[in-house]
Nanobody
């Protein structure tokens, strides 16, 4: 119903920057919220940030001041600009969307396959 594809992951040194992108496609009526989560080995998936279609944002305390989320509603894309990266930011980053498919007409959560971000000290 809804497909998400992430890009932009890679390896950087501590203090460096990286920009992740996510594009949504499919039989979508609307996307209420787009955001990012991450998961390190042996740990639970962690919320990072989201942005609603109306422009409201929310960030996890661990990334406030360092990460910035942006969204293009017309293109169904969301980006995550990551600055001042730390080794503890190393994880697989997943794009998330709360979307209303045309077929169901009710919101559901959808996930991308994830992209690896590795920060070396």
């Amino acid at each position: 119903q809804v497909q998400l594809v992430e890009s932009g992951g890679g390896s950087v040194q501590s203090g460096g920057s990286l920009r992740l992108s996510c594009a949504a496609s499919g039989s979508i009526f609307s996307i209420r919220t787009m955001g990012w989560y991450r998961q390190a080995p042996g740990k639970q998936r962690e919320f990072i940030a989201f942005r609603t279609s109306g422009g409201s944002t929310n960030y996890a305390d661990s990334v406030k001041g360092r990460f910035t989320i942006s969204r293009d509603n017309a293109k169904n894309t969301v980006d995550l600009q990551m600055n001042s990266l730390k080794p503890e930011d190393t994880a697989v980053y997943y794009c998330n969307a709360r979307a209303i498919p045309i077929t169901t007409q009710k919101p559901s959560d959808y996930w991308g396959q994830g992209t690896q971000v590795t920060v070396s000290s």
